[in-house]
T-cell receptor, first 115, second 114 residues
Framework: DTGVSQDPRHKITKRGQNVTFRCDPISEHNRLYWYRQTLGQGPEFLTY????????KSRLLSDRFSAERPKGSFSTLEIQRTEQGDSAMYLC?????????????FGSGTRLTVV | QKEVEQDPGPLSVPEGAIVSLNCTYS??????FMWYRQYSRKGPELLMYTYSSGNKEDGRFTAQVDKSSKYISLFIRDSQPSDSATYLCAIPASLSGGSYIPTFGRGTSLIVHP
């Protein structure tokens, strides 16, 4: 297993376009998390899944954002009508049940630049 | 007030120096604390976690918690250029559904120059 994989690594898009990111977690991890990190800040929680169920969404996740994990394996994060303020690193993390807040494995992120 | 506060730096030290990185937190109910390391263009990776007040040592790294002053520290002995990274402290904040997630400080950028 090569860890948490995110694709693409970098996305440049024009304002108003839609973008979709993919995360492939560690295969035996049933919990998957999305975070956003802007320059000079720590990662901020967006949403998480337990298997295919989306259990929690942050107030940061506006209605232009949607996340799915249809079969409890990979997840996608879509941003519609992108704005310049959406420019950030989008991080995915996964963990197995019972490992606590210290059991997270993060991917290398997708860096979004909205021009 | 953010749940965890951290000076962003950058902190620049010569190779071999002892480095001290610090955070303050607001909620005395937190039971354990984490330090993550993030290299440029990579995701954070867990470096250490500690449950209680006092020190926890792992090789060149020592995590220290002072619950009375709500202060957590990470010390790096004999710092190396490969330690150059951003160091993020994190606390387990609760979600509305009862789960806990790491909530991060803004990170301190450390540069160790040869």
């Amino acid at each position: 297993d090569t860890g948490v994989s995110q694709d693409p690594r970098h996305k440049i898009t024009k304002r108003g376009q839609n973008v979709t990111f993919r995360c492939d977690p560690i295969s035996e991890h049933n919990r998957l998390y999305w975070y956003r990190q802007t320059l000079g800040q720590g990662p901020e929680f967006l949403t998480y899944f337990q298997n295919e169920a989306q259990l929690e969404k942050s107030r940061l996740l506006s209605d232009r954002f949607s996340a799915e994990r249809p079969k409890g394996s990979f997840s996608t994060l879509e941003i519609q009508r992108t704005e310049q303020g959406d420019s950030a690193m989008y991080l995915c993390a996964s963990r197995a049940a019972g490992t606590g807040s210290y059991g997270y494995t993060f991917g290398s992120g997708t860096r979004l630049t909205v021009v | 007030q953010k749940e965890v506060e951290q000076d962003p730096g950058p902190l620049s030290v010569p190779e071999g120096a002892i480095v001290s990185l610090n955070c303050t937190y607001s909620n005395s109910a937190f039971q354990y604390f984490m330090w993550y390391r993030q290299y440029s263009r990579k995701g954070p990776e867990l470096l250490m976690y500690t449950y209680s007040s006092g020190n926890k040592e792992d090789g060149r790294f020592t995590a220290q918690v002072d619950k009375s002053s709500k202060y957590i520290s990470l010390f790096i002995r004999d710092s190396q250029p490969s330690d150059s990274a951003t160091y993020l402290c994190a606390i387990p904040a609760s979600l509305s559904g009862g789960s806990y997630i790491p909530t991060f400080g803004r990170g301190t950028s450390l540069i160790v120059h040869p």
